[in-house]
């Protein structure tokens, strides 16, 4: 995996989020990150998170390590840092990408 890879990724799970767009509200944003995050094949298997980690850039890498500081979380081992890692990544990575295109939607209405 790579960068590209991860961005192409993640603007796929945006793109599905803002398909949904007229189910769900800004308060419902958090959830349905948590739920695509979460189930993510990047999360659930340790290759594929050590693959995802090592693709992000050290300032991803870095803020979801203090995700995990700041919850109190304490993994239980190298597999399982990697897994809360690429958890907290991508959640933001998400966030981030529906936050975008709900910029650009507000944009394009107005």
């Keep these: 995996m790579n960068r590209y890879e991860i961005s192409q990724y993640v603007d796929s799970i945006a793109q599905d989020i803002m398909a ?7 308060e419902d ?5 948590h ?3 979460d189930g993510s094949q990047y999360v659930i298997y340790y290759a594929q998170a050590h693959d995802f980690v090592h693709a992000l850039d050290g300032v991803e890498r870095n803020e979801a ?17 990697a897994v ?27």
Aim: charged residues 30%.
């Design 29 to 33: 944003l958090h959830d349905i990150a």
């Design 84 to 110: 809360q890692i690429a958890y907290w990544a991508l959640y933001e990575l998400i966030m981030e990408a529906v936050a975008e295109k709900l910029k650009q939607a507000e944009a394009e209405e107005a």
């Design 35 to 37: 739920e695509h995050a």
């Design 65 to 81: 390590e203090s995700h995990i500081v700041d919850c109190g979380i304490h993994p239980e081992s190298y597999d399982d840092f």
């Design 20 to 26: 949904e767009r007229e189910h769900w509200d800004a």
